[in-house]
């Protein structure tokens, strides 16, 4: 019986912490926000040198707790990049029965880029700057297309840290990985709500300490604002929505791994639960930072439009409460 | 992350398995005393193969067992499995016996641990007073030694005292020292409740309940206690209740009870035939989102402690969490229960033997849930914890200015 990190998985998490935090600090954020570009160049590569591109893999030793533990870093500084499609696309095409070894390699090491498409979304992140597209759509199948059969049109996106693009491809571009019945179709699209579940919880997280931080620093009435119980209680609130979560996550995350019975709805309540908490969590914490949170220079904003964007991403909440409440069969 | 709990603790499994098989139930006809007798040396052989009391030395009664949280999960397992009796409940194990262990004498030890085990000694916790609630250490209930220096006299109230009219002895805090600051004030005593300076009553709950089961209050008007049972040193009792606390907090939880809880409140939406109402499925599964994020914190509190890893804050937040839940529950209950909600569920609240009940049993839960917000240390006083235990956030002025 083991239901807590390893030292291992705390110790990949630490090194993934270790470089994004570097290339992520508030202010290159802004710098990143404020600029054209919806992809960094820089900080992917060195996320990569980390050897962390085929942690889902089938021969990695790792699995999708791994990948949830990068992604609720990625999450937590707020990182740009196409994360969830990268790891996703490697699993998809290791999986493969002759599998392309370039192009395995490729992705695994990131010199080749993917975003993740949901089925029926007209949105993909990072799509301007990317190679290739991974659609993930439960009832057509898993497709890989290039760039080039795309066509992309730029927004101006309200998530700053992963602006996204409007992205249009034909159902019978590029080529098919996974017929929808193939079981690998949902455990991919599972697999993805987990992911993203993971960023909610980095997020929540960070936007829960930077408050706490604030708290009992700022002083009012001669007092750290910390030391009141009206703000105290809101605090203690904030901590009780996320580090119970945290657990839901890492079981979402087991079960696939492990191909439990319980996976496919684990993946849907940890997706639904995670992106409601990290949409209620920043709005606590602007209204616990006060002013200073509302402000753009603060950097809160864009936790709380990273949240707006991952309750929406791949299906709201009431979508996938709907399909687990199907799933139990009630 | 593995969910199973390894060879070696499935072999113990079939041990535990084969015992109950053996030993467990009694035959129909057993009744009254007879069958009181058959648990108790039930008890006393299960103890005897290590698998209650493990936490208790031998020359009390107990099993005296290593910690191993792996086979205590197993034995719980098995023993709801089979319907058998586990340890004798109750504030006696959960706080008496361990705070005699760790600060008892050994008479004291030699005198109440074997005896609360084999469940002739029920204890009440004398703590709670109409003056002293979460503000605990302002107890009033005053002691006074007796001229010859050998008993406390005790004058004053105790509330909320759990089990109150089955209770044999009491545990409290009493003011001994006035003058001292006050949680330096306080003194630790056992006492024997049959005796004349000792009123108790019962308390009518909301939920209807009373009698035999409920809440009690005590009044002490010279009552006496020996001073050797006095735990602790003089004026150290806060200290001392320290420990029990941690105790009774470790005892609330109960992620199976929950998850219990919660498949019945989907058996409740089929029953009124609301399963099928998008909104209740909605909420049914946001409340799932946190009965779940429950079960699996409580798996890796298990599993921490297992390891000897500490879990961090989550350990904090187990009690306010199960009562948020709750609260919840009963809301969404109080939707489904229609008209139901218009008739007093037999036995409203109580024990014993209830007759068949309808939805309208649902009641207890949604009145009960009520009850968790306040037992067991309230949840404000949980917020408070979090924030300054958890988060580490400054301690309220007031509070630290007493200390």
Known sequence: MHFHLTEEQAAIQEAVRGTLADHWSLERLHVFADGDADFDRGSWEALMALGLGGVLAPDSGTGLLEAALVCEVAGEVAAPGPLVGQLLAVAAIAHRDGRDADLLEALTSGTKTVSLVHGGSSYALCARSVDQFLVVDRARGVRLVGAADATIEPVRASDRSRPASRVEIATDAGYSLFAADHPMTARLADAALVLVAADALGGAQKVTDMSVAYAKEREQFGQPIGRFQGLKHQLAHMALDVEPARALVWYAAYAWDADLPDAARAAAMAKAHLCDIYVRATRAAVAAHGGIGYTWEYGLHYWFRRAAFNRAWLGSPAEHRARAAELAGW | ?403
Request: charged share 25%.
């Open chain 2, 1 to 403: 992350m593995d969910l199973s709990y390894g060879e070696a603790a499935e072999a113990f499994r079939g041990e535990v398995r084969a015992f109950l098989a053996s030993h467990w139930p009694p035959t129909n006809e057993l009744r009254g005393t007879e069958l009181k007798n058959f648990i108790r040396e039930f008890r006393r052989q299960a103890t005897e193969q290590g698998y209650l009391y493990r936490a208790i030395p031998k020359r009390y009664g107990g099993s005296e067992q290593p910690v191993d949280v792996i086979r205590a999960q197993v034995i719980r397992e098995e023993f709801q499995r089979a319907r058998a009796p586990m340890e004798v409940g109750g504030n006696g194990m959960n706080m008496t016996v361990p705070t005699l262990l760790e600060k008892g004498t050994e008479e004291q030890r030699e005198l109440f641990v074997r005896k609360t085990l084999e469940g002739d000694y029920i204890w009440g916790q004398g703590y709670s007073e109409p003056g002293a609630g979460s503000d605990l250490a302002s107890v009033r209930t005053k002691g006074e030694l007796s001229a010859d220096g050998t008993k406390w006299i005790i004058n004053g109230q105790k509330i909320w005292t759990s089990q109150g009219m089955q209770a044999t002895h009491m545990f409290m805090l009493v003011r001994t020292e006035p003058d001292a600051p006050k949680h330096d004030g306080i003194t630790y005593l056992l006492i024997d409740l049959d005796q004349s300076g000792v009123t108790r009553r019962p308390i009518r709950q909301m939920t209807g309940e009373e009698g035999d089961h409920t809440f009690c209050e005590f009044f002490f008007d010279n009552a006496e206690t020996p001073v050797a049972w006095q735990v602790g040193d003089r004026g150290q009792g806060w200290y001392v209740s320290r420990t029990t606390l941690k105790h009774e907090r470790a005892s609330i939880g109960g992620a199976d009870g929950l998850g219990r809880q919660f498949a019945k409140l989907v058996e409740l939406a089929k029953e009124v035939n609301r399963i099928d109402d998008p909104l209740v499925r909605d909420k049914l599964t946001q409340i799932e989102g946190f009965v779940l994020s429950h079960r699996y914190s409580s798996y890796r509190i298990f599993s921490c402690a297992a390891a000897g890893d500490d879990p961090g804050p989550v350990s904090l937040m187990m009690k306010l969490l199960l009562t948020e839940i709750g609260h919840e529950m009963a809301l969404l209950a109080q939707e489904l229960l229609g008209e139901h909600a218009f008739v007093e569920p037999a036995g409203a609240g109580g024990r014993g033997n209830r007759g068949p009940r309808g939805p309208e049993k649902w009641m207890d839960q949604i009145m009960g849930s009520l009850g968790n917000s306040i037992a067991g240390g309230t949840s404000n006083i949980q917020r408070n914890i979090i924030g300054e235990r958890g988060l580490g956030l400054p301690r309220d002025l007031a509070i630290s200015a007493e200390r």
